[in-house]
Structures are given as C-alpha cells and as structure tokens.
C-alpha cells in the first residue's frame, strides 16, 4: 500500500505561480513513475502530467506545456509541479498518482494509489 499526500495548493491570482507537493510512503517510489492530474467542479478528471521514476521523460496536457513542470526527489519520496502563468481555468483539485507500470500516458486508468487532492484556486 502507498500512501501519497498533496500540499501547496491554494489561492493565487491569474498570472501567478504554486507549487504542489506529493509525499510518497513507499521506499520504491523511485521505481514508479508517477503523475498530477486534476478535477475541476462539474468535471471529469483530467490529466495534468507524468514522470519516469529517474525522471528523464516527462508527459504534459497541451493545456498545461509551457507553463507548468513536473519533477521529482527520489531521495525525498517526492513528486513536484510546478505551476506558473496560472489561470482561472486550472482552478481544480490537484491529485497525485502511482503509475505502477511506467507508461506515464494520461490514461488516468493506468494509475493506482491517488492522493487526497489538494485544491488550486485562481482568480481573475
């Protein structure tokens, strides 16, 4: 069982930046890729981005290419994004997730163990 918690998220203007953590309680987080992805009230869940587990390929929504970025610690058991050029429409629940077969693909199917979310709120 992996346990993963999310935080920094919060309320920042349009234009503005966060940063979003992911706690990992596993000692093999640095076998797993692992991924961001992000619900929106009234919407489905989406995919934000992905990792490799030494971090050498990322996977991005067009939405979100150039300006966010996902990385990560394996000495730290954590998995970051970072979120600049913010806008009203990436106000959403923010979620992390194993993705226990490496494929970092935005098929939200393909991962296990998802964190609690924490909430990213930007306004105009």
């Known amino acids: 069982q992996v346990q993963l918690v999310e935080s920094g998220g919060g309320l920042v203007q349009a234009g503005g930046s966060l940063r979003l953590s992911c706690a990992a309680s596993?000692?093999?987080?640095?076998?797993?890729?692992m991924g961001w992805f992000r619900q929106a009230p009234g919407k489905e869940r989406e995919f934000v981005a992905a990792?490799?587990?030494?971090?050498?390929?990322?996977n991005y929504a067009d939405s979100v290419k150039g300006r966010f970025t996902i990385s990560r610690d394996n000495a730290k058991n954590t998995v970051y994004l970072q979120m600049n050029s913010l806008k009203p429409e990436d106000t959403a629940v923010y979620y992390c997730?194993?993705?226990?077969?490496?494929?970092?693909?935005?098929?939200?199917?393909?991962?296990?163990?998802w964190g609690q979310g924490t909430q990213v709120t930007v306004s105009s």
């Open positions: 990792i490799t587990w030494l971090g050498r390929k990322n």
């Open positions: 997730a194993v993705d226990v077969n490496n494929f970092v693909r935005g098929d939200d199917r393909e991962y296990e163990y």
């Open positions: 596993t000692r093999t987080f640095s076998s797993y890729a």
